[in-house]
């Protein structure tokens, strides 16, 4: 592995937690992903973009910066990356997947709140995040209270920009976010110096497409049975998708959708996912390294083959249409109506979402969904009623987990996990 350590120090980060964050790794990633058998020859980039997370990629970054170009960090998928490109700037998003410097974030945030917004803080308080340490500016938005609020205390680290997201699918909230979106182009212009014109934009939106084809691309050979690529794989490279370079890796994924779909043609050739339940995991985003609950469904037997969160499905079902010779209010109004598809809890109501569970359920021939929340995650936690409600009404098995990333719960998560995944299996048997 390369030496990074001059980067990192010069960087500003915390190079004794750091140095403890980057060792725990390692064993992790052992543990949950190259423990794994019959894995697709694809992966293998993912698992080098892993032992380099905070090493090539920073590099990259960092060139990019020094030719000129400036970085913004995001934590939603909201935030138009189309927009970002288009001004020649990066996007990269960030993660909060572990608990970090909790005793410095709770001086500053309620204990209670979602372990996705401290875990943010905490990268940033303890310096151990590149990535923060790289950004010229954080994009942040209102999706939820918890971390609306966290932004303006961000604010007192890092320059923060807040973008208002629409929280109900109509007519007020499509203008309200159609003027927030030409407000992030003046903010992106002003930032990078470079003036966003028709064809950077149409270009901007051409390549995060590309990006979302791909991952439908992928998506859609999960639905193969067996499902050619374990769900803890297909996750990572949804983690993957907010940080790497888009070119790059929408060649990567089609390279590897290449395989997978050579594995469908040829199901007897792999052993992968072969007589195993298929279950579908819906809710709150998982970021990197939060492996928790997919590796404890795996390990119990069972393969995802649907994510319905913003590391999966959400990220990328819809495209922003595209055409030649469009002003850019006309393309700025595509990005608008592809967001306002977007089923995130942050929205009220939300039955497209339910709709959406229910009828990919059927699609991709998932024998019970597993509804996971952060816990103190009010829009999903809440919503969870009524997704399990409507689900059972539908005749489809699920269970509703909340969990933080703790490892004290595994005992207690396993149990229920297997409890759950008996039942699906003496229901297939029709016992
Ligand atoms: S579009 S899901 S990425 S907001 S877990 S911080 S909601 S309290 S992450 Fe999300 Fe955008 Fe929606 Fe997707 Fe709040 Fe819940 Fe924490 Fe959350």
């Known amino acids: 592995m390369n030496d990074y350590t001059e980067m990192w120090s010069e960087l500003g980060l915390n190079m004794a937690d750091h140095d403890i964050l980057m060792s725990a790794l390692p064993g992790l990633y052992q543990d949950i992903y190259l423990s794994q058998t019959d894995r697709p020859q694809g992966m293998q980039y993912f698992d080098n973009l892993i032992s380099e997370l905070h090493g090539k990629r920073i590099q990259e970054l960092l060139e ?79 999706t939820c209270d918890g971390k609306k609020k966290s932004f303006e205390l961000l604010g007192d680290y890092i320059p923060v920009h807040v973008m208002e997201t629409p929280q109900k699918k109509n007519q007020i909230d499509y203008q309200m976010w159609d003027a927030e979106l030409q407000r992030f182009i003046e903010v992106v212009e002003k930032l990078t110096g470079n003036k966003i014109t028709e064809q950077s934009l149409q270009d901007g939106i051409r390549r995060v497409n590309n990006k979302r084809k791909a991952l439908q691309r992928l998506s859609a050979a999960r639905k193969a049975d067996p499902s050619p690529i374990s769900g803890k794989d297909a996750l990572l490279i949804y983690q993957v998708a907010f940080y790497d370079d888009i070119d790059r890796f929408t060649a990567k994924v089609n390279e590897l959708c290449d395989e997978l779909e050579q594995r469908i043609e040829q199901t007897a050739a792999h ?161």
């Open 64 to 142: 990019h910066k020094q030719q000129g170009g400036k970085v913004l960090a995001t934590m939603c998928v909201f935030v138009p990356e189309e927009i970002v490109l288009a001004a020649g700037a990066v996007a990269v998003g960030l993660c909060g997947g572990i608990d970090w410097a909790t005793p410095e974030v709770e001086k500053v945030l309620p204990r209670n709140i979602c372990a996705l917004i401290k875990s943010f803080m905490g990268f940033k308080l303890g310096k151990v995040c590149p990535y923060f340490e790289v950004a010229d500016l954080v994009v942040g938005e209102t």
């Open 271 to 431: 052993q992968s996912g072969k007589d195993m339940l298929r279950i579908m995991v819906s809710g709150t985003p998982m970021a990197i390294p939060n492996w928790k609950i997919p590796h404890l469904i795996e390990t119990a037997g069972a393969r995802i083959v649907f994510d319905e969160m913003c590391t999966g499905e959400r990220y990328f079902q819809n495209l922003v249409v595209e055409g030649e010779g469009k002003s850019i209010e006309q393309m700025v109004s595509d990005i608008n109506q592809r967001s306002l598809q977007i089923d995130c809890a942050c929205f009220t109501p939300n039955q497209t979402r339910i709709d959406k569970i229910i009828r990919k359920s059927s699609e991709y021939s998932v024998d019970g969904v597993i509804h996971y929340a952060l816990q103190s995650c009010d829009p999903f936690t809440i919503e969870g009623f009524r997704v399990e409600k409507q689900l059972k009404d539908a005749g489809i098995a699920v269970m509703r987990l909340e969990t933080d990333y703790s490892q004290e719960d595994v005992g207690q998560l396993q149990t229920r996990i297997e409890a759950f995944l008996e039942t699906l299996s003496d229901r297939k048997e029709g016992i």
